[in-house]
């Protein structure tokens, strides 16, 4: 694992964390108290999609992601939006989560030292969420394969707030048909493991874009700031690809 600078316009330092997946959490806690960002920003994939065997809760069977989160709050005020793996959390392991001391952006958003913070939920997840409730056609066997489109119609009202607008959304893939075009100062994404194999700059492969994506790592356009992610949920290694947390200072 690497701590990955970069350069932008921002009125904070702020830590990017995402694809954990269940992963250590002692050296991402390490990294953060090394750092000391203002703010922490863990943009989804907090969880492996995996049932827990004695039918509890996820975050009872995963052990790491109750410390991780308890960790993150206890370090700097800390901002969690949904990822596509947290199709499987159910309402009491919600609880749980906001139980840390975490603020949980759920398709929503809240102010915070002058700033509006949302964050974007994976339509990954809205596609179970519908299945749940009898709004959609089959079951999802791997709900976190199942995709579906993300809800922008709360975007509107976060658009017209007041303040520097910062949003999380874990899928990069959403950035051009649905992000590019709207008045947000800084959006932060993770989910394509930085393409798995990366060769000459390139990832390789990524989920929601294919072979060759061209949204897997870095900054673009400056303002979609994109991390590799801290876990690898593949069948097989990364390659020229290490695992990071990114931190954005301000420029000036």
Known sequence: MKDTFYTVRTPGRIALVTDTHGCPFRPIADSLERNRPDLIAVAGDIIMSDRPENGGLVVDEQKNILPLLRACAGIAPTF????????LLCGEDWDRIRDTGVTLLDDSW?????MVVGGQTSGWVLK????RTGKAERYPRYGHRIQGPPDT???????KQEGFKLLLCHHPEYYPEYLAGRDIDLILSGHAHGGQWRFFGRGVYA???GLWPKLTAGVHDGRLVISRGL????????????????YLLPEG
């Open 110 to 114: 809240t102010t915070w030292n002058g």
């Open 80 to 87: 969690l939006s949904v990822g596509n793996h947290e199709w």
């Open 231 to 246: 876990a690898n949920t593949a069948g097989f290694p990364r390659i020229n690809n290490p695992m990071e947390i990114v």
């Open 207 to 209: 989920p929601g874009q």
């Open 128 to 131: 179970y969420r519908a299945f």
């Open 153 to 159: 119609g709360w975007l509107s009202d976060f658009e």
